[in-house]
C-alpha cells in the first residue's frame, strides 16, 4: 500500500466516527461558513491521528504534497488540518521544491486564517529556516493574493533575535498603506513579535507609517 493511500484511507475512516453535530454548527459559524466541519476539537483530532501517522511508511516529499492536495480537497475542514497535521508531522522530508510545488496550492485554494497560518507554522517558517527560499518570499510579497502576502509577513515569527529584522521591516513597509484586515494584522503580529527582543525598531516604523492600519498598530502595541 502506497503512503498515499494508507494515509487517506485511514483519515477517512477514524475522522467521521468522531463527529459532533453541535460542534461542528458552532465551528462552521466561528469560521464564517468558510467549509463545513464534522465538529472535531484540535486535541481529539491530533490525538487520533497521531498513531496513524506513527505506523505510515517514511514518505517522500512528492508523495506528502499529493496527500495534502487530495485531503485538502475534501469537504469537511477538518480534513485541511488534517494535512496540516500531516506536514508537521513530516516536516523533516519536506524538499526545498515543496512551497512552490504545493505550499501554493493549499495556501491558495480554500483559504483562510486558519490554514494559512497553519501551514505558517509548520510548513512555511520550517522550511525558509532551512533553505534559502528568500526569493519565493519576495515573489509571494508582492503577490496579488493576500494569504501569500500574510504568508510571506508572517514566515519568521517565533524566530526571536534570530529574525531578519530588515526583511521584516520591508515586507510590512510594502503593505502599510493596505487596509486589508487579513494583511494588517499579519503586519501587526510580526511587528508584535520584534517588539519582544526591539520595541525601538517597532516604535520607529509605527512613526514613520502614520497611516498603517489601527488593526496593525493595535496588534503592535499589544504588549507595550
Known sequence: ????????????????????????????????????????????????????????????????????????????????????????????????DFLIKHGEYLLTYKPWWDTVDSLGNAVVSPLTVRFNLLPLMNKWNK?????????AIQHQRGRKTETDISLL????HDHADDHTFWVAKAIGWALRDLAYFDRPSVTKFLKEHPGLDRVAVREALKHA
Not at 521591516?169 to 510590512?172: D, F, H, I, K, P
Open 1 to 96: 500500500m502506497s503512503f498515499q493511500s494508507y494515509i487517506l484511507g485511514e483519515v477517512t475512516t477514524i475522522l467521521p466516527t468522531l463527529k459532533n453535530r453541535t460542534y461542528a454548527s458552532d465551528m462552521q459559524r466561528y469560521m464564517k461558513d468558510i467549509a463545513p466541519f464534522l465538529g472535531i476539537r484540535t486535541p481529539i483530532r491530533r490525538e487520533a491521528l497521531k498513531s496513524i501517522y506513527k505506523k505510515a511508511p517514511e514518505p517522500t516529499s512528492e508523495q506528502l504534497g499529493k496527500t495534502a492536495r487530495s485531503l485538502w480537497k475534501m469537504d469537511e475542514r477538518e480534513y485541511q488540518y488534517a494535512a496540516c497535521d500531516l506536514l508537521s508531522t513530516f516536516k523533516t522530508h519536506l524538499n526545498k
Open 143 to 151: 503577490s496579488d493574493d493576500i494569504w501569500l502576502v500574510r504568508a
Open 169 to 172: 521591516l520591508r515586507y510590512c
